[in-house]
Nanobody
């Protein structure tokens, strides 16, 4: 089974940084497609980053976070980190990690339906 546990959310001033963690406590993240999604106020949940862990391929980032957010997998700890720098008020919302355990590789898109397992979500707030 897969059980994703998230931690690391909180509140910072705009321009600050936070690091989120997503740990698969019952299985390995190696050779799995892992994704990050967020739901900001008034919007539907959207994906903004994904990585296939273990093949050396660079992560994908949406334009909204490219250059500010970094996905860092740690196979030894079965944990995926999301380093968020230069946070903006519009980044505020609930952040979710997700895992895909069917097929091989990551799908071309970043849709909720591509991922079977989800973390509980963690709140991130960046205030101006």
């Amino acid at each position: 089974q897969v059980h994703l546990e998230e931690s690391g959310g909180g509140s910072v001033q705009a321009g600050g940084s936070l690091r989120l963690s997503c740990t698969n406590s019952r299985n390995s993240i190696s050779r799995r497609c892992m994704g990050w999604f967020r739901q900001t106020p008034g919007k539907e949940r959207e994906g903004f980053a994904r990585i296939f862990v273990g093949d050396g391929e660079a992560p994908y980032y949406a334009d909204s976070v490219k250059g500010r957010f970094i996905v860092i997998p740690d196979n030894a700890k079965d944990t995926m980190y999301l380093q968020m720098n230069d946070l903006k008020p519009e980044d505020s919302g609930v952040y979710f990690c997700a895992a895909r355990f069917v097929g091989s590789g990551c799908p071309r898109g970043l849709q909720e339906s591509d991922f079977q397992y989800w973390g509980q979500g963690t709140q991130v707030t960046a205030s101006s």
